[in-house]
């Protein structure tokens, strides 16, 4: 810092640019446009603990909602109900654990979980899919299991094989 409040303020300008106009190309997929209002213009609502502020728009313009991957489960359930209010689609986000590549779980019900890919600024429907995770496998083996999955269900039959090796000695 030169200690000068010009500089000071230019970099505080700088900085408020960065955090609302910029974004990381690994979050493209997102592409999301932002508006900046007022406080005054917002109103103040509550979901889970959190205070959040929303600006009011017609209910005929939402058509979907996404929940991000780390929301926690009281504000998921609030949004979802929220959807279902306005008629819109719900979505939850989700970070894969065999690649950072972000995936989409939408209900269809009464069938059950559907996956969704964002493709060309459009959710897809995913055909290859793990059954335990949702997680997309793409075009592997064995597409009904991601790699961690199978992982698991391998590390799972080694430990049984184990248990009943052990049952024999006794």
Not at 8 to 16: K, N, Q, T, Y
Not at 77 to 104: C, H, K, V, W
Not at 113 to 141: A, I, K, M
């Amino acid at each position: 810092s030169t200690g000068k409040g010009r500089h000071e303020s230019m970099a505080e300008i700088l900085l408020w640019e960065t955090a609302y106009f910029t974004k990381k190309s690994f979050w493209s997929y997102e592409n999301e446009q932002r508006l900046l209002v007022p406080r005054s213009f917002t109103k103040s609502i509550v979901i889970g603990q959190k205070e959040i502020f929303i600006l009011p728009v017609s209910s005929c313009a939402v058509t979907s909602v996404i929940a991000g991957p780390k929301m926690d489960i009281s504000m998921n359930l609030e949004l979802a109900d929220m959807a279902e209010q306005l008629d819109a689609n719900f979505f939850e986000m989700r970070i894969g654990r065999s690649t950072y590549d972000p995936f989409f779980i939408g209900s269809n019900f009464p069938y059950g979980d559907v996956t969704y890919l964002f493709q060309s600024g459009c959710l897809v429907e995913c055909d290859e899919f793990c059954c335990e995770c949702n997680e997309p496998t793409g075009h592997r083996q064995n597409p009904d299991y991601c790699f961690w999955c199978e992982i698991d269900d391998e590390v799972a039959r080694e430990n049984q094989d184990a248990i009943e090796a052990m049952r024999d000695l006794e």
